[in-house]
């Protein structure tokens, strides 16, 4: 087996998506000639054709809306945004009409169509390359979010997001593209969505987390008998696996790098308190960013959860 | 002009193409009545359900026209929509995609000069709406919207300028919104009367009948059955939807994705 980062595990999913299914293409900001500007399509435009990758004009809301007319004419687009942070001119074109469609013609049009965009801070990125804003998403009805925390996990979830009937936001953070490499078989494996995985089991505390952020945790939950939850995708929701966790430990740290307030942790721990208060034995925490317009470079570090700030709040739940 | 074959992407304002293309009239009031069944269009024909935020669908017939192209389909892409739409950022995204693909794609703009209380002097500077074309590199013309014939040979001229690969048009139809915006509006709030008067006897109906008087297909007798026959299918498409049973509520869980979530699936429970 190859050992993979996460840019060769989603370009090694991309290429078997696109080589198993004709209706499958790219379009975006980059993706041909130039491989993409993480170079995670670099070798499709060679091997599949610009029919099959297609360097867009810079216009963020008509790539996502012929994407949107194109997955309804029967194709599998996959746009990619190139940024998240720049996603935000193409909102219109996610939330009023590819979240809708299916609901909308009341299942005459469909909408099977990923929108891929790096996110996350921690690279010394430029203003407005680093947002995390994935709750903006899930507050979207008929919108998956996915957001891969591994290269295997990535490459799976890819390969499942691609097959989706359903429009899906696939997150990659820019952190992790390069961070580690892990064994991602080649051929077919797909990790299914709408499933947490269980990292690890434990039994005093539980900590959700997903994408970049589960690393950290990885190294916070040191000492402790802590579960720890990569949520993969967030929504639709794993319920099942968060609170069969919760009846388990009785003490949640949730830790995600979107500002605190209204961020989907915020929406773990509201769903966490009011289906699952009486099996908890302290206050359900949440470990987040700052509610403060996101730092350039030199300040990012301070910014985003780190391993200390994580292992304190699994320190206040234990001792609560 | 338009075949079943093609796609049509409609905004709210193109009753006529959803008649002319014979999507059951019952449907369109069931739709604006408040139920979504009504934009589910039967299977023989390819009409998206009607854009709401104006112009945002621009880019949908865009990636339709794309994806005719990839697949090698012979079919043409028609969008529908404003001159008050022609200010909107998809349009000049869509127009630009449709240019730089050369792609099988008109854009019919309904000139009608409000976009509810903000005339057409206040959406652009430029002279028509057509010479916008020009700047994206394709061909545009200006019709009389008013005049069925020339409507209908500027599409069917850019159909087959699509079909034959020769990219996309822009059509811009001049014509009037002799009714208010909607039932919500009150049009004398902004625009004189005389102005609306004005354009009333230019009516496309009148004018085709002044047409046909001239020719001599025009009778007395004619009108009557015509107008009978109209009258038939309004009150039969109002009947229809009228006697159309209530959605089922579980229908918004049903449809929002092609499977219930463990989330909605309580909520249906709960319901």
Redesign the interface.
Known sequence: MTKLNMVQAINLALREEMQRDKDVLILGEDVGRDGGVFRVTEGLLDRFGPERVVDTPLAESAIVGAAIGMASYGLKPIAEIQFLGFIYPAMDQISNHSSRLRSRSRGRYTCPLVIRAPYGAGIKAPEHHSESCEALFCHMPGIKVVMPSSPYYAKGLLISSIRDPDPVLFLESTRLYRLLKEDVPEGEYVVPLEKARVVQEGKDVTIISWGFMLHRVLQAVEGFDAEVIDLMTLNPLDEETIYGSVKKTGRIVIVNEEPKTGSFGSELSASIAEDMMLFLKSPVMRVSAYDTVLPLPRLEEYYMPSVEKIRKSIADAMRY | ALEKTD?V?PSFRENGVYIALGHPPHMILQYWSGD??G???T?DKNI??VC??VA?????????????K??GDKIVVAAYFGDGGTSK??FH??L??AG?FRLPVIFICQNNQWAISVPRERQTASRTIAQKAIAYGFHGLQVDGNDIFAVYRATKEALDRAKGGEGPTLIECFTYRVSDHTTADDASRYRKKEEVDGWKTKDPLLRLRLYMEKKGLWTAEYQKEVELKAKAEVDKAEKEAESIAHPDPR??FT????AL????Q?EVKDF
């Open positions: 796609w992407f979504e069944r934009l589910r269009t299977e998206f359900p709401i935020p945002s669908h621009l880019p949908h017939a865009v990636g339709a026209a794309m994806a005719a990839y697949r950022g998809d995204e869509a630009n995609f730089v229908d918004m449809y929002t994705y092609a979530s463990q989330r909605l309580r």
